[in-house]
């Protein structure tokens, strides 16, 4: 639906979409695609959404991201064009891209006016429903009788009887303890810096992997460990803080305790 | 006036003289032809005609089934003899599609443009993967694509190799039958657009 000037010129256009709707204004406004004006078509773009929404018709969100690419186009334009220092490559002028795109969809509009312009099976030109051919009614020699089957059957099913069933063996969550006391053995009592990758790697079990992590950024909150990274995505180095004495009890206690609410607080 | 083309012929011919060509065996096997087309309903290749008048020359069967054609188009007849997906096919004449819906009682069926739309592009772009669909056409086509896969007008022809691995689609037998096309080849060439077609602009 759509009001030209003053008047009331109603069209009953229904558009397939956004490029269906940018062909038709193209057309209705002769712009040239070669030299696209990207202004002109987005204004009309936008002015056609416009009356739409004003009948209260429902606009589909694809037309609505095409006017935002269209508005981004027009923003563009309206940048002034500096000298680039570096050599670039031809950037791709979305204006031409568009112009692409509209054309081959074109392309694809007219070959499906084309396909329906040929006779069509149920529309134009009619069939019988005929008997199916071919080998579905023949009678299968079957190489085995019921009995056979059967047989088949009751020695499945007494094979399945043959053990009790299987007991699940549920798996325990990790050891926290032993968890940290390994980073503890791995970092030991010196203060000398140990790479923290190489230990986390060397843990196979994926939960212990967190948990012993999570241990190590405790420690260093609590001032038991350093941690260190002297270059720019260097190792990550970890170092015990011998003057602080490390109380096992409190810091399994801390990392069953950890909410993961509590990093809310920054 | 038909709008409907000319039959679409496995090989270019011509046919002259074609009287001389109907020999009384030939008329016979035709009218055998004739019998089987109308049984079947469905297109039958020519081998399976071939099995079932038990004979081994297929390329007399073949040249049968042409003049069998030649002659339901010379003798305005109410039915044409059809080459679709390499299979041939009895159908009635678009011509007379008004009295034939009269008597089936039943809507013609119609496709949406969505539909021929979404067609064309898998028919010319196969195998094609639903994001392109959707790129040329720049709308979602997901529902679309659905409902042509339930009308067994496309399926699934495999997966791109590429991250994602999406679904790739074509056309189907029944995507020939439907527009009496003879193979993919027969689709008409697409037109190159430089400038927008003008004289396109009645079509909606």
């Known amino acids: ?266 | 006036m038909s709008e409907v083309e000319g039959p679409v012929l496995p090989f270019p011919m011509q046919v002259p003289n074609v009287d001389q060509e109907l020999t009384s065996e030939r008329i016979s096997t035709i009218a055998q032809l004739e019998a089987l087309l109308f049984a079947a309903g469905e297109p039958v290749g020519e081998v399976t005609l071939a099995q079932a008048l038990d004979r081994e020359d297929i390329s007399e069967v073949r040249r049968c089934l042409q003049l069998f054609q030649t002659d339901l188009d010379g003798a305005q007849r109410g039915l044409e003899l059809v080459c679709v997906g390499t299979r041939w096919q009895m159908r009635t004449r678009g011509t007379h599609k008004q009295v034939v819906l009269r008597l089936l009682g039943t809507k013609p069926h119609k496709l949406s443009r969505a539909s021929l739309e979404t067609l064309s592009i898998i028919a010319y772009q196969q195998p094609v993967t639903r994001s392109e669909i959707d790129d040329v056409r720049g709308v979602e086509s997901g529902g679309v694509v659905k409902s042509l896969l339930n009308r067994n007008l496309i399926r699934v022809s495999g997966r791109r190799q590429v991250p994602g691995r999406p679904l790739e689609y074509g056309t189907t037998k029944g995507f020939l039958e439907l527009f009496g096309l003879r193979d993919l080849k027969a689709l008409p060439t697409l037109r190159e657009y430089e400038e927008l077609a003008m004289d396109g602009l009645e079509d909606d």
């Open chain 1, 1 to 266: 639906m759509f009001a030209a000037q003053a008047t009331w010129t109603i069209h009953t256009e229904v558009f397939e979409g956004p490029l269906d709707l940018l062909l038709y204004l193209v057309r209705r406004d002769s712009i040239d695609l070669k030299n696209i004006q990207i202004a002109k078509i987005a204004d009309s773009y936008l002015e056609y959404l416009d009356r739409m929404r004003e009948l209260r018709l429902n606009v589909a969100s694809e037309y609505l991201v095409m006017a935002a690419t269209l508005v981004h186009m027009k923003s563009l334009r309206l940048l002034p064009r500096l000298p680039t220092l570096i050599e670039e490559e031809d950037e791709p002028d979305p204006a031409a891209a568009l112009a692409r795109r509209l054309l081959e969809y074109q392309r694809y509009k007219e070959a499906a006016m084309d396909l329906n312009a040929r006779p069509m099976k149920g529309r134009d030109v009619f069939v019988r429903e005929g008997a199916s051919i071919g080998a579905a009614d023949r009678e299968v020699e079957a190489g085995i009788n019921a009995f056979g089957l059967l047989e088949l059957y009751y020695e499945l099913f007494k094979r399945h009887q043959a053990g009790p069933p299987v007991h699940q063996i549920g798996r325990t969550g990790p050891d926290m303890e032993a968890c940290c006391r390994g980073v503890l053995a791995y970092v030991g009592e010196l203060g000398a810096p140990k790479a923290l990758g190489t230990y986390l790697r060397q843990i196979v079990n994926i939960e212990e992997r967190v948990v012993a992590f999570i241990a190590v950024l405790e420690m260093v909150r609590l001032r038991w460990m350093d941690i260190e990274q002297k270059e720019h995505l260097g190792q990550v180095l970890v170092m015990r803080r011998p003057e602080n004495a490390v109380d096992l009890q409190l810091l399994t206690g801390r990392l069953e305790s950890v909410e993961p609410r509590e990093a809310a607080d920054e």
